[in-house]
């Protein structure tokens, strides 16, 4: 069974963000940045190549697979801004519903840019988050 590619790493966080060539995608990796530490307390680590994580869990599925993964996270992607956050918590569809300009995947939100969305909309869903994954996950 091949391993988990997305391991916490030693790499820079701010130099990644310092790394990030647009310039306006820079300024948000930042700001997200700084919101999720505030919101968890956490010290920001990169997990694999691109993603800037806070926190960690271990996850095993029924397949018997088994990992660790950060527990909120985000990436600078070239096309849009994406943050890792745990779906499905109570008030998530009306908060999604007030957030503006964005998509969803299965744990995944897009943003184009953080001015297309309500800033305290984004950090109450992604406080909403940070408290089901501890909720489901304590340590």
Same mark, same amino acid.
């Given at each position: 069974?091949?391993?988990?590619?997305?391991?916490?790493?030693?790499?820079?966080?701010?130099?990644? $963000?310092?790394?990030?060539?647009?310039?306006?995608?820079?300024?948000?990796?930042?700001?997200?940045?700084?919101?999720?530490?505030? $919101?968890?307390?956490?010290?920001?680590?990169?997990?694999?190549?691109?993603?800037?994580?806070?926190?960690?869990?271990?996850?095993?599925?029924?397949?018997?697979?088994?990992?660790?993964?950060?527990? $909120?996270?985000?990436?600078?992607?070239?096309?849009?801004?994406?943050?890792?956050?745990?779906?499905?918590?109570?008030?998530? +569809?009306?908060?999604?519903?007030?957030?503006?300009?964005?998509?969803?995947?299965?744990?995944?939100?897009?943003?184009?840019?953080? +001015?297309?969305?309500?800033?305290?909309?984004?950090?109450?869903?992604?406080?909403?988050?940070?408290?089901?994954?501890? +909720?489901?996950?304590?340590?």
């Amino acid at each position: 069974m091949a391993g988990t590619k997305t391991k916490a790493t030693e790499a820079s966080v701010e130099g990644f $963000i310092d790394g990030v060539e647009n310039l306006t995608r820079r300024a948000d990796a930042r700001a997200v940045c700084a919101m999720l530490q505030r $919101i968890t307390g956490e010290a920001p680590k990169m997990w694999g190549p691109s993603i800037v994580g806070f926190g960690a869990y271990r996850y095993r599925y029924e397949s018997g697979h088994e990992g660790e993964m950060c527990r $909120i996270g985000f990436s600078p992607r070239k096309a849009q801004l994406v943050l890792y956050i745990l779906p499905g918590f109570d008030g998530e +569809a009306e908060l999604l519903s007030r957030l503006g300009r964005h998509k969803t995947g299965k744990a995944c939100l897009y943003i184009g840019k953080l +001015a297309y969305v309500d800033s305290g909309v984004l950090e109450k869903l992604c406080t909403r988050s940070w408290e089901a994954m501890n +909720a489901r996950y304590p340590d």
